[in-house]
C-alpha cells in the first residue's frame, strides 16, 4: 500500500511538472471517440514482453471507459481522439512505449522528468517495476489537448490475463475518472 501510495505521489509530480501540460478538460459536449492507432502496429522484441497483449487490453478498456460514459467509439470521424503512453519504470531506467500516443505530442518531456523523479531522485528503497498510463483526449477539430490523465501500478511478473486486464481497468478508469466528471 504504501508504495502504491509512493507511486502515486510519483506520477503525480511527474506529469504535474510546469514543463508538462497537464489540462483538465471534461467530456462535456462531446459524444464520439476513436483511439490512436498507428499505421503499422508495432513489433515488439524479446525485451517487452506481453506487450502487444497489454496494448489491446488498454484499447479494450479505454473504449469501454468511453462507450460507459455514453461515447460512441469508432474508426472514423470523431469529436475526440485518445492516444496513450505507457512508462516502464524500474530503479535504474524508465522505458517509454509511445506507439498509441499519437504524432505531435511531447513524450520527450515527460519521459525526462519521469526518469530525474522516479529513477534519479527516487527514494523508494526497494527494487521495484512500475507502470504508468498517460491518456490524452484531443479534440479532433483543433487538435489540442482537452485532457491529460494518468495512473501508476506495480508491475507483477507472471499474473493472469484477467489479473493484468483487472490492473488495466483499474488504471484507465482511474486516469480517465476527471474526465468524465
Known amino acids: ?18 514543463s508538462v501540460d497537464m ?32 496494448n489491446r487490453m488498454i484499447q479494450k478498456s479505454l473504449a469501454a471507459n468511453f462507450r460507459a460514459n455514453n461515447f460512441q467509439v469508432g474508426e472514423g470521424s470523431s469529436d475526440l481522439i485518445v492516444g496513450y503512453l505507457v ?38 528503497p526497494d527494487a521495484f517495476e512500475a507502470g504508468t498510463i498517460v491518456v490524452d483526449v484531443i479534440d479532433a477539430k483543433t487538435n489540442e489537448l482537452v485532457y491529460r490523465g494518468h495512473a501508476t501500478r506495480d508491475i507483477f511478473k507472471n499474473t493472469s490475463d484477467a489479473s493484468r486486464q483487472a490492473n488495466i481497468n483499474s488504471a484507465i478508469t482511474e486516469a480517465l475518472q476527471d474526465f468524465f466528471r
Open 1 to 18: 500500500m504504501i508504495a502504491r501510495i509512493a507511486l502515486s505521489a510519483l506520477a503525480f509530480a511527474v506529469i504535474s511538472c510546469s
Open 87 to 124: 512508462l516502464v519504470q524500474n530503479n535504474y531506467s524508465t522505458l517509454a512505449l509511445d506507439d498509441y500516443f499519437g504524432y505531435g505530442r511531447d513524450s520527450d518531456a515527460i519521459v525526462d522528468k519521469a526518469q530525474s523523479i522516479g529513477v534519479v531522485k527516487s527514494t523508494r
Open 23 to 54: 489540462p483538465k478538460g471534461s467530456s462535456k459536449g462531446y459524444t464520439s471517440a476513436r483511439l490512436v492507432r498507428p499505421e503499422k502496429p508495432p513489433t515488439y522484441d524479446k525485451d517487452i514482453p506481453n506487450q502487444a497483449s497489454a
